[in-house]
C-alpha cells in the first residue's frame, strides 16, 4: 500500500515498514476495502457515514490545513463525494466488513453490525 500526504497532495516516498507476526496494524485511508486490497486485513471495519454530512464535518476538521472552510467543503462535493459513491457501488464496502460503525454522530458512534471474529480462510 502507498501512503498519501493530503496536505501537499503526493505519496509519500517508497519504503517497506516490518512488523512482528503478532503485531498489530491498523490502516485508515480512502477506500480500503476494495476488492484487491480486502485480503490485507484480518479484520474490517467500515466507518459509515451520510453523504450530506461529509462536506461541513470534512470542512471543520481539514479547513486547517486548507484555504478555507467553504473552499474544503467544495473539495468534498467536488472530489471526495463523487469518489466515494463508485467506491461505494463499484466495491461495495460494506459486505466484507467484519464491522460497520455507525458515525453520523461522532460523539455517539453506533455498532450496526459486528461479529467478533472472521471466520479462518
Partial sequence: MRFFDQRNQN????????VSDDAVVIADGACPL???????FDFRIFVDIDFD?????G????AAWRESEQATAEHYCDYYI?????YD??????????????NRN????VLRQG???????
Fill in 11 to 18: 505519496p509519500f516516498p517508497d519504503e517497506v515498514r516490518s
Fill in 82 to 86: 463523487p469518489a466515494e459513491r463508485i
Fill in 106 to 109: 461522532p460523539a455517539h458512534p
Fill in 34 to 40: 476494495r476488492p484487491e486490497l480486502r485480503d490485507f
Fill in 115 to 121: 461479529r467478533t471474529r472472521r471466520a479462518a480462510t
Fill in 59 to 62: 470542512a471543520g476538521r481539514d
Fill in 53 to 57: 454530512l461529509v462536506p461541513a464535518r
Fill in 89 to 102: 457501488t463499484e466495491a461495495d464496502p460494506r459486505s466484507p466488513a467484519d464491522v460497520i460503525v455507525d
